[in-house]
């Protein structure tokens, strides 16, 4: 279902000039204020959505202590990863360039999924909320550099991240291009939204 919803706004972009005005909006929002944007976007889809929906669905809308507790352990994490994640997409960007071609997106997905994601985002943040389950005990960083752990808790996460996250990618490769070649004035501000996906 979110892959769906993903791919049905990617089309919407390119479909509809209302829906690539609203999301040219929000691209000129966030180059206005740069990582904070990233950084308050992360904490909200990363830790006060995901506690909002655990409270109208599995407490019948009744908020816990717990609940604040949980806040305050992840809405650092999930600053620190949008800050990092951005972080990783600038890098891509300028050592592979910004151009939405099938060789800079294969590229970029493999950096992400066979890079990033195997050795630090995956670990990261299996062992992040393992961590906090534990009681902030330290087994689980010393678990975490062995075969078994990673076999058994960091794997299964990764089928899960491959597709969701190659979606996300491909859609932000896409908005990335068009608004980098609008800000070189490499289009016009009304030009069709095909023109973002070729190098001029």
Known sequence: MIQALMLALLIAFYASSSVSAALWQLAEFKRRHGVLFVILAAVAAGAVVPELFLILFFQRARPKRRNLRNLLFTIPVWAFDGWLVDLLYRGEAALLGDVASVPVVLAKIGIDQFGYNVLFAAPFGVLTYEWKNSGLSLRPVRDLFTWRHYRDKILPTLPLQFPLFSLALSFW?????????????????????ALATREL
Not at 178 to 192: H, L, Q, S, V, W
């Open 173 to 193: 490769v896409l908005l990335l291009t068009y608004m980098t070649n609008r800000f070189a004035g490499k289009i016009e501000a009304d030009a069709p939204l």
